[in-house]
């Protein structure tokens, strides 16, 4: 159903990709928006145990959009180092694919945004992160991403030079 990569040499292995989404601290996520026009939008996420999960608004263009279409592909770019002299670019990036739905139950709502917190406040109190949350609650909107497909590249100079997946 998905593509295989045509540079085989340059993929990265899915430990490589994992390490990459933990590392990461935005992306772009791609769905169906108006009018047949793709809509991808920067954000924020969180990966974990094969699901992504954002934080946004209860309405706008996005969640129009996951309601008309639940297909959605996210990207996280690692390594964009532009190189003048060779003409190129020394690029690692992981691109994921699934379905998107808007977490509905508190329970589960709730154990995602808790996951958002820790990745982006690790040195704030669980006791401060709880008051956030707590304070932005009702205008709170979770998205969790299923991934079906993922798969990760990186410039073939990175390959040679065994730097594959770079630190992870």
């Known amino acids: 159903m998905f593509r295989e990569m045509r540079r085989k040499k340059q993929v990265l292995p899915e430990e490589v990709c994992t390490s990459i989404l933990n590392r990461g601290t935005s992306g772009v996520l791609a769905l169906m928006g108006d009018e047949g026009y793709p809509y991808a939008v920067p954000m924020s996420y969180v990966y974990d145990d094969g699901k992504l999960y954002f934080h946004c608004a209860k309405e706008g263009h996005k969640l129009d959009a996951v309601r008309r279409c ?28 699934g379905t998107i739905r808007i977490l509905e139950g508190d329970v589960e709502k709730l154990a995602a945004i808790e996951k958002l917190t ?23 909107c979770m998205l969790e991403m299923a991934v079906e497909h993922m798969s990760g590249k990186e410039a073939i100079e990175l390959v040679r030079a065994g730097q594959q997946g770079g630190n992870i």
């Open 70 to 97: 639940s297909k959605a592909s996210f990207c996280v770019i690692d390594q964009d180092q532009i190189v003048p002299e060779e003409y190129t670019t020394y690029f690692r990036s992981v691109i994921l694919f």
């Open 118 to 140: 820790e990745k982006y406040t690790p040195d704030d109190s669980a006791d401060n992160r709880k008051k956030a949350i707590e304070r932005d609650w009702k205008p709170l």
